[in-house]
């Protein structure tokens, strides 16, 4: 029997079969016997075919649970070895899985480190840039709180200008009018002063007291005269111009017969030309600024002197400004006072400038100083071949004091301590008469210079010619007459700044100015200093030894008060040498010129 095919056939083999099947039977006719044969022969063959179908099913069934048997070993041998190879492969892929996980998650960590890497650096620049920006902002705002305080400051500082432009602009007025009321106070208590004095001049002049003090009156022009002379200053036209007197060691005439005399020689003349001459050049009686009237000759008797009669003279004149300027002799020796008062005074001053002077011991030194000049010209002339006898003639009195001269200098070499006496000459004489007028000049202009500064508030004469005065003079006595000149000016100051004078620092310019050349340069320096603090004190400003005088003075000069001022103080610093301040000064005149030329253009 042909064995049916296997299950595990393909389907499409039984499809053929059935197709066969078909077409062998199709489309024959069967008869009844036929069809019962062939039932029976398909009864018998369904039946074989049963049995091999139930065979070859059984025999399918063993093969297929034989199939299924090994199917299931193969199964599981392939599910085994599928599972061992998945095991294997599972615990590969999760190794590598694991390396891999491993792997991502460093480079996850890595990655998640630079991203926070990065962020730290986006944060950092972020808070870098907001620091850069922050600080930006805090620079322009502390930018903008300079720009604002310095516009304050600004606005502060012109401000404070302006307040103390207004300020200064009321104390230079006020300062102006103080100057203005003080000559004006000046003037009112002048004319009170002069017209009080003459009231009471006229009062006393009427009393028999008055009339018995004119016999010891020492004046031989007549008061009534002087007085008259006076009376056309009263209407204050023209300054009231001080009266100078001289009372000489000697007068010409005495009109007492028993006057005292002390055998020096007469040089009234001689000192009086020299005066007037000295006036009429720097205080000359028509001068509308500092006039002085002189009269020469006056003094009638030395038997008249100091305060006996610098009393009975001072209750004649107290109407008028009067100096007198007395010499006096005692044995060899001279003394030299001054006596004054001015207009309405309560009482004179009287003061002594020199005292003891040995006038005698003088002429003798001047004697022997000519007497060496003789000898020095009188040996050229012997040598030139003149006689000895024709140079006696012709040295005359310093022949003879050129014998008494050697003699001396015989006795001093022999141990002699003693002088002999000398012939007293003309040209001694006159140079006595040149110390006394030199001494007499600087005394009048010094006391001339204070009437008219402390009266009139006119500047200072006198410094700018004490230097030709003594220029002639021995170095000893030029010295000497200097330091006196230097010490009133101080006490002078002194005595402006007690009363705190509005004129105080022009005063100390004056002085500087005049005695450029002449004083020593710390002395003028220490002055120009004084004028500087005195300048400063009037526009309320304490000075201290340490301040820089000049830069304080800077932020407070005023051009419409203080260009005269400044223009004399320029020149004062360029007289003594001190260029630095001199040029700080021109910088500011120099301010003030391009300002006067803009208001001109303007």
Known sequence: MKALPSPNQPKGMWQKVKDGFKALFFPHVYTADSQRDNIERQIVANYDLQQRLQENTQHFQSQVEKNRMQFDAEKLKYQLEVNADLQYSLQANSQRFQAQLEESRQRFELTRLKIQHFMQLEAQAHQSRENQLNREHQSHENQLNREFQAELSIYMKKLDQAMMQEKMAFDLFLFEERKKLDLEMRDATHNFQLKLAVIQGQIVRQTEEYKRTLERYPW?????????????????????????????????????????????????????????????????LDDNLRPAHFIGGIWETKARHSENAVILLFSMFSSIPTLIFECETEENFLNFRVASWDIGQETYKYKSILSEFNCTEFLYEVAKFQARAWRDQKTKLL???????????????????????????????????????????PKAVQELVKHLRVLHCIFIGLALDEYYFMRYNVGLQLPSVVGSLIDDLPDYERLNLLEVVTTYYK????????????????????????????ADKPWL??????????????????????????????????????????????????????????????????????????????
């Not at 007549?222 to 000697?250: A, F």
């Not at 040295?395 to 007293?424: P, Q």
Request: with cysteine; glycine share 8%; net charge neutral.
């Open 220 to 284: 031989g022009l007549p008061p009534s005269t002087i007085l008259g002379i006076y009376s056309k200053y009263r209407d204050r036209s023209k300054p009231v111009p001080p009266l100078v007197i001289i009372s000489p060691p000697t007068l010409e005439y005495d009109r007492f017969a028993n006057a005292p005399s002390f055998g020096l020689p007469k040089i009234e003349k001689r000192l009086a030309e020299d005066i007037r001459t000295f006036l009429d050049r720097y205080y000359p």
């Open 383 to 425: 040598q030139k071949g003149r006689s000895a006898e024709e140079l006696k003639k012709l040295g005359g009195d310093d022949e003879l004091n050129l014998g008494s001269l050697e003699n001396e200098e015989g006795l001093e070499r022999d141990g002699y301590e003693g002088f002999l006496n000398y012939k007293i000459t």
């Open 491 to 518: 006490k002078f100051y002194e005595v402006l700044k007690e009363q705190d004078s509005p004129f105080l620092p022009e005063f100390g310019l004056d002085v500087v100015a005049g005695l450029v050349g002449t």
């Open 525 to 602: 320096e220490e002055m120009l200093k004084n004028s500087m603090r005195a300048w400063l004190k009037l526009r309320k400003v304490q000075p201290h030894k340490k301040m820089d005088l000049l830069g304080t003075m800077k932020p407070l000069w005023a051009r419409e008060y203080d260009e005269k001022y400044a223009k004399q103080l320029h020149q004062c610093f360029v007289a003594i040498g001190d260029s630095h301040s001199a040029e700080q000064v021109d910088r500011i005149l120099e301010q003030w010129r391009s300002a006067k030329i803009k208001e001109i253009t303007w």
